[in-house]
């Protein structure tokens, strides 16, 4: 298995909003592409974000990475347009693709 991950820094003016688009539209045009399995969404407790700052991360699980691949070649560029123009200026983001190692102990 491998997880695509999205960490987001957001500016807390409008964070709020940010959380709601993503619960209502992001995630949902993300999952529509067919290429992930499910998806997980966290805010970062520790360490916090800076005090005009809150830090979330989005876990996309895919099983092959031409799945990933797909998502990049086909969709990627479109949805992280749409998202750096609604909140263009009020955020900052770092991707990573991660390989499961070990699933239980």
């Known amino acids: 298995m491998f997880i695509y991950q999205v960490t987001i820094g957001i500016k807390k003016e409008v964070a709020t ?3 709601k688009w993503m619960e209502q539209t992001h995630l ?3 999952m529509n592409t067919g290429s ?3 998806h997980k969404f ?3 407790i520790i360490p916090s974000g800076t005090s005009d700052e809150v830090n979330y991360v989005v876990q996309y699980k895919f099983s092959a990475l031409k799945e990933y691949e797909f998502y990049q070649q086909n969709y990627a560029s479109k949805l992280q347009k749409e998202h750096s123009d609604k909140f263009k200026g009020k955020f900052h983001a770092a991707r990573a693709v991660f ?7």
């Open 36 to 38: 992930f399995l499910s």
């Open 99 to 105: 390989e499961e190692v070990c699933e239980q102990y």
């Open 28 to 30: 949902h045009d993300v």
């Open 42 to 44: 966290y805010k970062t």
């Open 17 to 19: 909003e940010w959380v």
